[in-house]
Every structure is written in C-alpha cells, then in structure tokens.
C-alpha cells in the first residue's frame, strides 16, 4: 500500500470515528437493552463484584459479562453517563472498518477495500449501531471475524487461522451466548456444502478449534458454576429457548421481516447488493463469495425462523450485505452503467428515506394530530413522542438534499 493510500485510509478512519463518537451524550438512553447494559455495567463498578451481572442488584441471567466489562471500564475513563455506555461500540466500528477493509485488500484489491468500508460507514444501520449501546456491534464482530478465522483454517489448513477462530468465537459467547455457535457453525456447514466438502477440517483441527471456543467461551459460566449459581446458568439457557420459540416482550413480526430490515435499513448497500447478483453469475467461482453468502443465509434464515423479532438480530448480516454492495459498486464503476432494476430499486427506497426524513422533521407539527389518530401501545414509545424537543430548524435539509 503507498503513501497516498494509508493517507486515505487513515483520514477515513479517523472521520469515521468521529462520526461513531459525535453527540453520544447528547441523548438519553433510548431503549430496554441500552438501558440495562449500561445500568449493569454502573452496578458492576458501585459493587466491586465485576464477577457477576446485576440489574436492581440482582443477578441478570440474560446476558454474559464482556461487554458489560467494556462498558465499565469506558464509564471508569469517562464517568457514568450516556457517552461512556455508547463508547464501546465505537471502538467497535474502528475496529470492524479495519476489519473489512484488509480482508477486503487481501482477496481482492484496495479499491474493492475501500468501498467496503466506505458502504459499512454510510449505510443507515451500521453506523446507528456504532453509536448505540447494545451488544450487537461486538457480538457481531466477534462472530465475523472468528468465522472468517475459521474458513482461511479450511484454506490453509493452518493451526494458527483455527486457534484464532476458536478464541474469536469464544469471545462472541462471552459476549451474548452459544447462539454464536449456532451461526458459525451453520455457516461453515453450509460453505462446505458449497465447497462439495472438498476443504472439510482435518479432525485435529476441529478439536482445537473446539478447545479454544470452550476455554475462552466458558470461562464465565464455570465460574457461575463453581460459585454455587447454576440457576443463573439454567435460567439464562431458558432465556435462549424462550427467544426462539415465543415473541419475547412482544416482539414478533411476520417471516419476511429481517428481509425489509436489511433492504432498508441497510441501504444503499443493500440495493448494490441486489445489482451484483443481478448482474453477475459467477460468484460462486469465488471462495470468500460463497462463504460471504453462506453467512448472509444462514443468518438471515435462522432469525426470520426465530419467534422474536428485533431489528437489530439481522445486523451479522451487515458485513455480507456490505460486501456485496461493494462488489456491486465495484461492477458498476467498471462497466458504467447500472442496470434499470438497480436504478428502480435505489430511486424508490432513497425517495423513501427522503420522504422520511422530511417527516421526521415536522413531527412536532403533527404530533397531537398523531396521539388522537394513532394509538401507541408501548409506553415507552409514547413517553418519548411526549417529549419536549428544541428542534434546530434544519432538521429537513437531509430530507432536501437525498430528495436532489
């Protein structure tokens, strides 16, 4: 890579991060999850105990402690307020840009890493996540890259790539859970299928692999275990159950929605993705392609099968959504042209968001007509749209501006 390029990169890294960082701790925790991570990680430093999850100094079975961890130490370097629960996650965007960006170079070259990286910075979930303060974004990179490790060990057939996806992989379910390995393990079944298996581990590998996952993974749980606190355990693989077979908290939603999550909420990277395949039939000459869509797959199945549906479940889906975009992007550059389809597509879901954020910005304006036409059945929802907001009277130039 020259000089003028790690300039490049390193100017974008630097404005991502601000982007990631900028205005964290102007505005209030807005969720359940925001609220109970940050509230555990605040416990954790009150107690001392940073062994154990507590929310109303009880235990809280539904999530291990790493992030929590993370968000302790970012509260001992910044203060207990909403900028250091958010923090984390930020590094997390820095961290998964890099990420892509030299995957991205080392399969392909430095223009497809570039706008990989750029489509992961722009697009509209992405880069709410990296400035929220939920679990996901960690969770996710963890899951990606311990994958990722897991599919060069099928490649080159090296101890060290599987080592490294082990430990990955054990760090995602210190993170959230076993689900991980569900998603990992699927993916890498799935790419061998692909593959017609001709790159399957050797069975020593797999046994490494395997230790390293349960060494890091379980540190935790052992821990609960030893400690006297299996019921923390136990309620905690009921949670999981619970999750997949019922609509938790009352978030349920029909099968195809992760599939309008990720078109819109997702985009323009998802719209680039759609001209790729459109446009190109022969992806799946291309190893890191199939195992790329493998991951999209299987994830995007698993959680439209899940009862619960939650906007964020998906959001793994972002680094093959991503990609996808890139090569789209890339096929257009090349070519010239895009295709009627593309362009249909971008217009009608950019006309979307124009229109949105037009009408995000009068909502103060048709607020009371909302409350009497409307009923709002989640208190939370309705305890925000009461909210008094001071509103800077530009908040309709993003609307202006995708709408030219």
Same mark, same amino acid.
């Given at each position: *890579?020259?000089?003028?390029?790690?300039?490049?990169?390193?100017?974008? +890294?630097?404005?991502?991060?601000?982007?990631?960082?900028?205005?964290?701790?102007?505005?209030?925790?807005?969720?359940?999850?925001?609220?109970?991570?940050?509230e555990?990680?605040?416990e954790?430093?009150?107690?001392?105990?940073?062994?154990?999850?507590?929310?109303?100094?009880?235990?809280? @079975?539904?999530k291990?402690?790493?992030?929590?961890? *993370?968000?302790?130490?970012?509260?001992?370097?910044?203060?207990?307020n909403?900028?250091?629960?958010?923090?984390?996650?930020?590094?997390?965007?820095?961290?998964? !840009?890099?990420?892509?960006?030299?995957?991205?170079?080392?399969?392909?070259?430095?223009?497809?890493?570039f706008?990989?990286?750029?489509?992961?910075?722009?697009s +509209?979930?992405?880069?709410?996540?990296?400035?929220?303060?939920?679990?996901?974004? @960690?969770?996710n990179?963890?899951?990606?890259?311990?994958?990722?490790?897991v599919?060069?060990?099928?490649?080159?057939?090296?101890?060290?790539?599987?080592?490294?996806?082990?430990?990955?992989?054990?760090?995602?379910? *210190?993170?959230?859970?076993p689900?991980? !390995?569900?998603?990992?393990g699927l993916?890498?079944?799935?790419y061998?299928?692909f593959?017609?298996?001709?790159? %399957?581990?050797?069975?020593?590998?797999?046994?490494?692999? #395997?230790?390293?996952?349960?060494?890091?993974?379980?540190?935790?749980?052992?821990?609960e275990? %030893?400690?006297?606190?299996?019921?923390?355990?136990?309620?905690?693989?009921?949670?999981?159950?619970?999750?997949?077979?019922?609509?938790?908290?009352?978030?349920?939603?029909?099968?195809?929605?992760?599939?309008?999550?990720l !078109?819109?909420?997702?985009?323009?990277?998802?719209?680039?993705? #759609?001209?790729?395949?459109?446009?190109?039939?022969?992806?799946?000459?291309?190893?890191?392609?199939?195992?790329?869509?493998?991951?999209?797959?299987?994830?995007?199945?698993?959680f439209?099968?899940?009862?619960?549906?939650?906007?964020?479940?998906?959001?793994?889906?972002? %680094?093959?959504?991503? %990609?996808f975009?890139?090569?789209? @992007?890339n096929? #257009?550059?090349?070519?010239?042209?895009?295709?009627?389809?593309f362009k249909?597509?971008f217009?009608?879901?950019?006309?979307?968001?124009?229109?949105?954020?037009?009408?995000?910005?009068?909502?103060?304006?048709?607020?009371?007509?909302?409350?009497?036409?409307?009923?709002?059945?989640?208190?939370?929802?309705?305890?925000?749209?009461?909210?008094?907001?001071?509103?800077?009277?530009?908040? @309709?130039?993003?609307?202006?501006?995708?709408f030219?």
């Amino acid at each position: *890579m020259n000089l003028i390029d790690t300039i490049k990169l390193f100017v974008f +890294l630097l404005l991502a991060f601000v982007a990631f960082v900028a205005f964290n701790g102007n505005t209030h925790l807005f969720d359940w999850d925001e609220i109970n991570f940050a509230e555990a990680a605040r416990e954790m430093i009150v107690t001392g105990d940073y062994a154990t999850v507590r929310i109303d100094y009880l235990p809280f @079975w539904e999530k291990p402690p790493l992030f929590i961890w *993370m968000q302790a130490m970012s509260m001992k370097m910044f203060g207990i307020n909403e900028f250091a629960a958010r923090f984390p996650n930020a590094l997390a965007g820095f961290f998964t !840009l890099i990420t892509v960006f030299f995957i991205g170079k080392k399969h392909y070259d430095i223009s497809i890493a570039f706008k990989w990286m750029v489509l992961f910075t722009i697009s +509209l979930l992405p880069l709410f996540y990296f400035k929220s303060g939920i679990i996901d974004p @960690w969770f996710n990179y963890f899951i990606f890259t311990g994958s990722y490790f897991v599919y060069l060990a099928s490649q080159t057939r090296r101890i060290s790539h599987i080592i490294a996806g082990g430990i990955l992989l054990g760090l995602a379910v *210190m993170t959230k859970g076993p689900v991980a !390995l569900l998603l990992a393990g699927l993916t890498y079944a799935m790419y061998e299928v692909f593959n017609k298996f001709n790159s %399957f581990l050797s069975l020593k590998l797999i046994i490494t692999g #395997i230790i390293c996952v349960f060494s890091v993974g379980g540190i935790w749980f052992l821990h609960e275990w %030893f400690n006297g606190r299996w019921y923390v355990i136990e309620e905690f693989i009921l949670y999981q159950i619970r999750l997949l077979q019922t609509e938790d908290a009352g978030h349920g939603g029909p099968w195809y929605y992760h599939i309008v999550v990720l !078109l819109l909420g997702v985009f323009p990277s998802s719209a680039l993705m #759609i001209e790729y395949f459109y446009r190109n039939g022969s992806w799946k000459k291309f190893h890191l392609q199939v195992f790329m869509f493998c991951l999209f797959a299987v994830t995007l199945v698993v959680f439209s099968i899940v009862k619960t549906k939650i906007i964020h479940y998906s959001s793994l889906c972002y %680094f093959p959504v991503t %990609f996808f975009g890139a090569l789209g @992007w890339n096929k #257009i550059e090349q070519t010239g042209k895009a295709s009627i389809f593309f362009k249909l597509i971008f217009g009608l879901t950019g006309f979307l968001f124009a229109f949105a954020f037009l009408l995000v910005s009068q909502i103060e304006k048709i607020k009371n007509w909302i409350f009497q036409n409307i009923e709002i059945k989640d208190p939370f929802a309705l305890a925000n749209f009461k909210q008094n907001i001071e509103w800077g009277g530009y908040e @309709w130039l993003p609307g202006l501006l995708m709408f030219w």
